[in-house]
């Protein structure tokens, strides 16, 4: 794995120009061979921590060659509105070599290219809509022949002086062909759902229910997309049961908005938020000390670091990050009014208090600490080990009695039933069921979420960048977690601190690899997932 990570890591270097013939053929090789490596190991005298490793590493490779055979399929069915490319791609590659290039021959090139492309773009423009996989997939190749001529230029203009005389101005011509064609292939992406703006301004690109079952299996989690969503609203029903009591006791009876309300309104003043997320980390540290619940390396506990959140990130994160460095989402001086006051609504100290040990100790800021130290040649990172493991000691600290009082549960129970709303939201967005405004009106609706920071979690979840399945990844990585525990800890196989420390020195898999490890299983190398942890 060591070696291969290397190898990736090199072979990406040199072949840096994304979706070309050579790169694709030059990866694919890659995984044959180590998929064949692979395969002449011994694997029944593999113990089972190795084990473990041989099937996450060879489903791994297998998942690189689906990604690449996909490519492979999707590049050949838009190959007709390219048929320059593989010029443009050989002047790359003489450069990466030093090739004196010709250059009035090569002017005249760029010029000739630039006429096709011109013939191709309009003969674009009266086509109909493609499908939203090529439409992203031909703007890919146009912004990878970019990059390719513009490897070129910056490596001879100015160096050379009959370079710097003849091409500047056909490769400018030519980027901004470019440019354009890669927004005009954008344009056509035809998808009923992601591309119609239901007045959220938010344009994802919903997957379908084939798609999320095959990447749950690469998951590791043996559940359907209806069954999670059950999951979820067992869960939320739960919640449901846990508010109503925490709003009695603040005494608004089953009104538990109002309780909520009264939370929020707890929020401290401007400027005093780092000192107020001080006193609860603090708070949550000597909790977890106290309980003897995990090994915390001194190193770790001195040198997170704290920060703030620019308002322009608060769009998309509207509530703190963590790890190493914790930042702060607070309001700026820049803000419109009503959107400070619904930052410091939603990041009162009660609802804080769910989540400062999720993002740093023995959360965000342990796991990244602990990956960088033990079994480093693991990159088997999945939001299921990072988000579950997260959420799994919100939940725990919950179990051993660590919030106050009434507004303390009501601020944890927010953010448990956020988690229980985000299963919901997500699949039903990426079955193509709900909109974006749906996503968000829910939030409103059924968690009392600010209606900023509803936007705000709606479009960090469809267009932040993440997986389809990351915002699903939080509760039920959570409950993996706490089924291992319930087999090893409340089963006494393990104390509290045995259990922590030895998921936490495994590195990131999925959990059911980490289960598998823990329990010593005799691992097949066919290994299909299989364990469900939750009863429905």
Not at 344 to 359: C, D, I, L, Q
Request: charge should be positive.
């Amino acid at each position: 794995m060591v070696q291969y990570n290397a190898d990736r890591g090199t072979l990406s270097r040199f072949y840096a120009i994304p979706n070309t013939p050579e790169r694709r053929e030059r990866m694919k090789l890659l995984q044959d061979t180590y998929i064949k490596r692979l395969e002449q190991l011994d694997f029944d005298k593999l113990p089972t921590g190795s084990r473990v490793d041989y099937i996450l590493f060879h489903r791994n490779l297998d998942d690189e060659l689906f990604r690449l055979n996909e490519e492979k399929e999707e590049y050949a069915a838009v190959e007709k509105w390219f048929p320059f490319a593989e010029r443009m791609y050989a002047i790359e590659r003489t450069r990466r070599r030093g090739t004196a290039p010709d250059a009035e021959k090569l002017a005249g090139e760029l010029n000739s290219i630039a006429k096709e492309l011109l013939v191709k773009k309009a003969a674009l423009q009266k086509d109909s809509a493609m499908p939203l996989a090529l439409s992203r997939r031909a703007a890919g190749i146009a912004r990878g022949l970019q990059a390719s001529i513009k490897s070129s230029y910056d490596f001879y203009n100015g160096y050379d002086p009959l370079y710097s005389w003849w091409i500047p101005m056909p490769y400018n011509r030519l980027d901004s062909l470019l440019s354009g064609y890669a927004a005009l292939f954008q344009s056509k992406g035809k998808n009923a759902v992601s591309q119609k703006d239901d007045g959220s301004g938010i344009i994802g690109n919903p997957i379908g229910n084939a798609e999320l079952i095959r990447q749950l299996k690469e998951e590791m989690i043996a559940y359907t997309p209806d069954e999670l969503i059950a999951i979820a609203n067992k869960e939320f029903a739960w919640c449901d049961a846990e508010m109503l009591k925490a709003s009695r006791e603040m005494g608004f009876g089953d009104d538990w908005k109002a309780a909520m309300e009264k939370v929020k309104n707890t929020y401290v003043p401007a400027g005093k938020q780092p000192e107020a997320m001080m006193k609860l980390y603090n708070e949550s540290l000597d909790f977890i000390k106290k309980n003897q619940l995990i090994t915390i390396p001194a190193l770790a506990e001195e040198t997170w670091r704290m920060n703030m959140l620019s308002p322009e990130r608060q769009l998309v994160a509207p509530f703190f990050l963590g790890g190493e460095e914790f930042l702060i989402a607070y309001p700026t001086n820049t803000m419109a009014h009503e959107d400070k006051m619904m930052s410091m609504r939603g990041n009162n100290p009660h609802f804080s208090r769910a989540t400062v040990h999720h993002e740093l100790l023995a959360g965000h800021a342990m796991q990244q600490f602990m990956n960088s130290r033990y079994r480093t040649y693991r990159r088997f990172g999945t939001p299921f080990w990072t988000e579950g493991w997260a959420l799994y000691w919100e939940r725990l600290l919950w179990d051993l009695k660590f919030p106050q009082g009434p507004e303390d549960r009501i601020g944890m129970l927010f953010w448990r039933m956020h988690r229980c709303a985000r299963i919901i939201f997500s699949l039903s967005y990426h079955t193509n069921k709900w909109t974006p405004q749906q996503c968000i009106n829910f939030l409103v609706d059924r968690v009392n979420f600010e209606r900023a920071n509803a936007e705000g979690e709606v479009r960090r979840s469809f267009t932040g960048g993440y997986g389809p399945l990351y915002q699903v990844a939080y509760m039920i990585g959570g409950l993996q977690f706490e089924a291992l525990k319930k087999e090893l800890v409340d089963g006494g196989k393990m104390s509290y601190r045995e259990f922590h420390d030895a998921v936490i020195t495994e590195n990131a898999m999925p959990v059911e690899m980490v289960r598998a490890i823990l329990l010593k299983q005799p691992l097949k190398k066919d290994y299909k997932t299989s364990w469900r942890f939750y009863k429905l």
